[in-house]
C-alpha cells in the first residue's frame, strides 16, 4: 500500500510568493520521521528538511518550514519567498523505524516559479 | 560533494549487455541504499546493504543483483538488459541502523542509465 502520497501534479508561484507542496503520509508506527528532498533538474536529491514524529514544533530550515499535523498525517512543505532556483521536483518520504530504515518516496510534485 | 560517489554518471549500452554500477558511501556510514528512478515509476527501492550484508529487498528484478564488499563501497550489477531498465540509478548511504528515525539519507549524484 501507498504510504506517501502528494496529489498535486505541478504548482506554479509567483517568484518570492510562498507555497505549500502537500503531502500525507499512513503509518502504524508511533517513530517515524518524515523528509523532503528536491531535485532540480540536473538529477541530483537534495535533502531539505526532517521531522520526527515527537517533534512538538514544526521543523524550519531558512526558506523551508514543515507544517506538521499528526492527526490528519499530513506534512506538507511551506517555502517562502520563492527564488526561481525553487523551480523543481519535490519529494516527500517517510522513514519508519521498524521498516528497515529504507525511505519511502511519494510519486513528488513539479514546482514552477515565474518571474 | 554529498560525500556519496556514485560512477559512472553516464551509461549508455545496448539491450542484452551487462553493467555495473558503482557507490562509495559518505564515509562512516555503514548503510548502502540502491534506487531506481523512472519516468513513470518514480523513486523506487531497490535493495539496501549493511555492513556487508543484505538487510532488505525492495521491488528489484532478478535481472539485477548487488552487493556491499568489506571496504562497504557497493556494486549494483544489471543483466540481460531492456529498453525498460533505462532510469537514473541512485545510491544513497545512511548511519547506523541504532541511529533514530531522524536519520536522514546523503544521496550520490545517480547514474544515468540508457539502454538503447
Known amino acids: 500500500a501507498q504510504k506517501i502520497t502528494q496529489t498535486q501534479p505541478g504548482m506554479f508561484v509567483q517568484e518570492k510568493e510562498a507555497v505549500t507542496l502537500d503531502c500525507t503520509y499512513d503509518?502504524?508506527?508511533?517513530?517515524?520521521?518524515l523528509f523532503w528532498y528536491k531535485q532540480p533538474s540536473s538529477g541530483e536529491m537534495i535533502f531539505l528538511i526532517y521531522?520526527?514524529?515527537?517533534?512538538?514544533q514544526n521543523a524550519t530550515e531558512g526558506r523551508y518550514s514543515l507544517n506538521f499535523q499528526k492527526a490528519r498525517k499530513s506534512a506538507n512543505l511551506v517555502i517562502s519567498a520563492s527564488q526561481l532556483g525553487d523551480s523543481a521536483m519535490y519529494f516527500c518520504?517517510?522513514?519508519?523505524?521498524?521498516?528497515?530504515?529504507?525511505?519511502?518516496f511519494g510519486k513528488g510534485i513539479t514546482l514552477s516559479v515565474r518571474p | 560533494d554529498s560525500g556519496v560517489t556514485q560512477t559512472p554518471k553516464h551509461l549508455i549500452t545496448a539491450t542484452g549487455q551487462r553493467v555495473t554500477l558503482r557507490c562509495s558511501p559518505r564515509s562512516g556510514d555503514l548503510s548502502v541504499y540502491w534506487y531506481q528512478q523512472s519516468l513513470d515509476q518514480g523513486l523506487q527501492f531497490l535493495i539496501q546493504y549493511y555492513n556487508g550484508e543484505e538487510r532488505a529487498k525492495g521491488n528489484i528484478l532478478e535481472r539485477f543483483s548487488a552487493q556491499q564488499f568489506p571496504d562497504l563501497h557497493s556494486e549494483l550489477n544489471l543483466s540481460s538488459l531492456e529498453l525498460g531498465d533505462s532510469a537514473l540509478y541512485f545510491c544513497?548511504?545512511?548511519?547506523?541502523?541504532?541511529?533514530?528515525?531522524?536519520?536522514?539519507?546523503?544521496f550520490g549524484s545517480g547514474t544515468r542509465l540508457t539502454v538503447v
Open positions: 518520504a517517510m522513514r519508519e523505524v521498524l521498516a528497515n530504515s529504507k525511505l519511502t
Open positions: 521531522q520526527g514524529s515527537y517533534d512538538e
Open positions: 544513497a548511504s545512511s548511519g547506523t541502523l541504532t541511529t533514530v528515525a531522524n536519520y536522514g539519507y546523503t
Open positions: 503509518t502504524s508506527d508511533q517513530s517515524y520521521g
